[in-house]
């Protein structure tokens, strides 16, 4: 029988010996192995001691697969007694690569955590024969429910948005986040609602130091939102988002586009209804984005409706506002000349859209200063969707921040591979 190859392998923990290895019939490795620390602190009085007082109860430590294979590290902890206490109590050495109470070493668990990332604990747990309650001890020891400040980028500008926990119900959270001076996104809270009282409190409760920076704060139309920012955050200024904005005046658009539709299926010949097919996206989509199959269906509906086509026009305009102007004082200027082109049009598709300006327009103007969004928060409530139908949904708010942070953070935090891609 030929004679099995062997590899040598570092087990990459420090100050440990491998005194044995085995093999179980399951085909799992087992290696004993021993500290060579021949020191440890009291666990009384903090200090050095080195008088030897035999070992602990043997521990069994998940570690990291070798070659496909669960790997399994045995020890027995030594134990000093301390000569400098009064009754000399013992003391059992605590080493570095585990915690005491864990059933992993560190090295494993930080495996773990990656495997994590944008994955769930019951998938987690099955690929790696791990208990869910394991995985979740592994998950608090790991990732705080509540954010680091001292680790924190600096950053100015602070976005605030929700998300509803669950679908068709209105049990929203305040999803708050920061984007650094380098872009960087990063998660500040998950609040249980979106109330202002809440809000309020936490802004209110934010480092003076970190409050003291933010200059500007992204936030949709939402009255809670704005009243708090302007009681907490008095010199910020606080932009409504433009996408929020363009969501109401392109749906009340698009509502006129369903309505049009309608009628000219009844109203045409079935030849030309058979044309109306596939309009929808090239209405929605900018100009600039239309292929030419798309842009020849779009004018074929636009020919068909000249109200659709005036609405068209008007939304493009706006957009184009949005999109051009340079200053506060240019786009107020340019949204009320638009505005009376609205008003003369004679469309009621944007009546809903009017009413919004007149209550919220200097906040929605405070975006052409400086073109601030939340798109890094939009962008981030769109991994929270993913997460909550991942998940089945997410009631507990630390759990929700704790997993957010990893499908965030987690690949550039503790991937060993993180390194290389840069």
Not at 174 to 179: E, K
Not at 183 to 204: E, F, M, N, S
Not at 322 to 342: C, E, H, M, Q
Request: charged share 25%; glycine share 4%.
């Amino acid at each position: 029988m030929p004679k099995q190859p062997f590899i040598s392998i570092p087990l990459d923990i420090p100050d440990v010996q491998v005194l044995q290895t085995e093999q179980t019939k399951a085909g799992e490795f087992i290696l004993s192995v021993e500290s060579m620390l021949e020191s440890t602190c009291c666990r009384r009085c903090g200090r050095t001691i080195t008088e030897p007082h035999g070992t602990d109860q043997p521990r069994l430590l998940r570690h990291l697969p070798i070659l496909g294979r669960a790997v399994y590290l045995r020890i027995r902890p030594k134990r000093f007694r301390c000569p400098f206490c009064d009754d000399h109590p013992t003391t059992t050495q605590l080493l570095d690569w585990y915690d005491p109470q864990a059933l992993h070493t560190k090295a494993y668990e930080r495996h773990l955590i990656v495997q994590l990332v944008n994955s769930t604990l019951t998938d987690v747990g099955a690929k790696e024969d791990v208990s869910y309650d394991a995985l979740l001890g592994i998950l608090d020891r790991w990732i705080a429910t509540t954010v680091d400040w001292e680790a924190l980028e600096p950053f100015t500008t602070l976005g605030i948005d929700e998300i509803a926990l669950t679908k068709g119900h209105r049990d929203y959270v305040a999803v708050l986040t920061a984007r650094s001076e380098s872009g960087h996104l990063q998660l500040l809270a998950v609040l249980p609602d979106r109330l202002k009282a809440t809000v309020l409190a936490w802004l209110k409760a934010m480092p003076s130091a970190h409050r003291e920076r933010i200059s500007t704060v992204c936030t949709d139309m939402w009255e809670g939102y704005v009243t708090a920012v302007q009681e907490a955050l008095p010199s910020a200024t606080l932009v409504i988002d433009r996408f929020h904005v363009a969501r109401h005046y392109r749906d009340g658009v698009d509502a006129l586009r369903k309505q049009e539709v309608r009628r000219l299926r009844k109203e045409l010949p079935e030849e030309q209804r058979e044309e109306l097919k596939q309009t929808l996206w090239p209405f929605r989509k900018r100009p600039s984005d239309l292929d030419e199959a798309e842009q020849a269906r779009l004018d074929v509906l636009l020919r068909y409706s000249p109200a659709l086509r005036q609405a068209h026009t008007l939304r493009e305009e706006l957009t184009t506002i949005f999109d051009t102007a340079r200053s506060k004082a240019d786009g107020l200027r340019r949204i009320r000349f638009w505005r009376g082109r609205v008003e003369r049009s004679g469309l009621s598709c944007f009546a809903g859209f009017l009413k919004l300006l007149d209550s919220w327009l200097d906040l929605k103007a405070n975006y052409f200063t400086h073109h601030q969004t939340s798109g890094f928060v939009e962008g981030l409530n769109n991994k929270l969707k993913v997460l909550k139908r991942r998940c089945y949904g997410l009631k507990n708010v630390g759990r929700l921040f704790q997993r957010l942070t990893l499908d965030i953070e987690g690949y550039q935090r503790f991937s060993p591979w993180s390194g290389a891609t840069h």
